[in-house]
């Protein structure tokens, strides 16, 4: 079978012409995600991820508009800008500490 990008044919198509059920990276998800879903059985039915695996999480989860999210964002990028120079730090504690005293 001679192929090329240029044909542009789905993984799917390919591995059926060579009669391949997986490759070896689905393969690879497939064991992970068995041994995920075994160890979470093996915990204590009071933890989160087993209550989430059986269904029994409470409470509600908050929507969070587009605007919430983007603020939160521009908070979280100034709170890295400010933490990336050491100078920078000093200077800040410095400022904030003559102004409360």
Do not use: C, F, Y
Not at 55 to 74: D, L, P
């Amino acid at each position: 079978m001679e192929l090329t990008r240029r044909d542009r044919l789905r993984n799917e198509v390919i591995r059926e012409k060579l009669h391949q059920k997986d490759t070896t990276v689905d393969k690879t998800k497939k064991k992970g995600r068995l041994k995920w879903s075994e160890h979470v059985t093996r915990m204590n039915e009071r933890r989160l991820p087993s209550r989430a695996k059986h269904g029994h999480v409470e409470g509600i989860r908050s929507k969070e508009t587009k605007q919430k999210r983007q603020k939160r964002w521009i908070g979280m990028r100034r709170a890295i800008g400010m933490a990336r120079g050491r100078k920078r730090r000093r200077n800040l504690v410095s400022t904030q500490s003559s102004l409360n005293g």
